[in-house]
C-alpha cells in the first residue's frame, strides 16, 4: 500500500517528501482554507510541483458543467493533478466527461461499495472511501474498504482505492490488510506511524554498546 499525505499545507507537504515516504497528496476545500487565505491555483500549482505522484485538488462548482470547466483548469495546472469531483449524480456526469478527455478523477466522499461502483463505471482513476466519518457515526469505516476491494477485485476493476478520514495508526495497518491501494494520512498520523519505543530504545542500546566497543579497541 502506498501513502498519500492529506494536507495542503506546504512545509507539513515538504517534510513528508524528505521522509520518501509519501506517493502523492490529497486536499479538499477545508484543508485549502486552513492553508492559510492563499491562491488556490497557485498552492496546487506549488504541491505538485513538490511531489511527483497525484495531487488531489477539488471542485467546488455544484453543477457538472461547472465541475468539467474547474476540473479542466485544475488539471491543465500540472500533469500530476488529479481533480476530485464528490459523489453523486452530477460528480458522475462530471466525472465521466473529465475522464474521456484523459483528465484523472478522484471521487471523494464515497460511502458504499456501490458509490465505489458507480464511480468505478464512470471512469474515476480514484475512489476515496472516508473511513473515519463512517467511525464516527458508528458504522464499519474499514469494513467498507474491504467491500469495495472485494467488489473490485472480482469485476477487474482497476480504479484505485484511497482509504481517506484516517484517524490513526490502527487505521493504516487495516486499510492495507483490507486491500486499500493507497491510504492518505494528516501529518500527526504519519508521524505515529514512525515511533516504537523499542526502535528508540534499540537504538540508544546499539549507540551505547558501540561507543563501549570503541573504547575497549582504542579507537
Ligand atoms: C480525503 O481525500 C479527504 O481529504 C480527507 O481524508 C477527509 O478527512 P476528514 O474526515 O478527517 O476530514
Known amino acids: 500500500m502506498h501513502f498519500f499525505l492529506d494536507s495542503a ?8 517528501v524528505r521522509w520518501g515516504v509519501i506517493d502523492g ?3 479538499n476545500p477545508s484543508l485549502v482554507a486552513k492553508s492559510g487565505g492563499r491562491d488556490f491555483h497557485g498552492l496546487v500549482r506549488e504541491i505538485a510541483a513538490l511531489v511527483n505522484g497525484p495531487v488531489s485538488a477539488e471542485v467546488t462548482s455544484l453543477d457538472p458543467e461547472g465541475m468539467v470547466a474547474q476540473g479542466r483548469e485544475l488539471s491543465a495546472i500540472a500533469p500530476n493533478v488529479a481533480v476530485k469531483v464528490p459523489m ?4 458522475m456526469t462530471a466525472c465521466s466527461r473529465l475522464a474521456r478527455e484523459g483528465v484523472k478523477v478522484n471521487v471523494t466522499l464515497v460511502f458504499t461499495p456501490q458509490q465505489a461502483l458507480l ?4 471512469g474515476a482513476s480514484f475512489v476515496s472511501p472516508f473511513v473515519g466519518r463512517l467511525d464516527d457515526i458508528g458504522e464499519d469505516g474499514i469494513g467498507l474498504v ?4 472485494d467488489a473490485f477485485a472480482m ?8 482509504a481517506a478520514s484516517i484517524r490513526h495508526p490502527r487505521h493504516v495497518i487495516e486499510a492495507a490488510m483490507a486491500g486499500a491501494d493507497i491510504a492518505t494520512v494528516p501529518l500527526a498520523v504519519l508521524e505515529k506511524c514512525f515511533d516504537h519505543p523499542l526502535t528508540a530504545s534499540g537504538i540508544k542500546r546499539f ?5 563501549e566497543y570503541g573504547k575497549e579497541n582504542g579507537r
Open 9 to 16: 499545507d506546504i512545509e507539513e507537504i515538504r517534510k513528508a
Open 25 to 27: 497528496v490529497t486536499t
Open 88 to 91: 453523486g449524480r452530477d460528480g
Open 119 to 122: 464511480a468505478a463505471a464512470a
Open 146 to 149: 474491504g467491500d469495495i476491494a
Open 155 to 162: 469485476g477487474d476493476i482497476t480504479t484505485r482505492i484511497i
Open 207 to 211: 549507540l551505547a554498546d558501540w561507543e
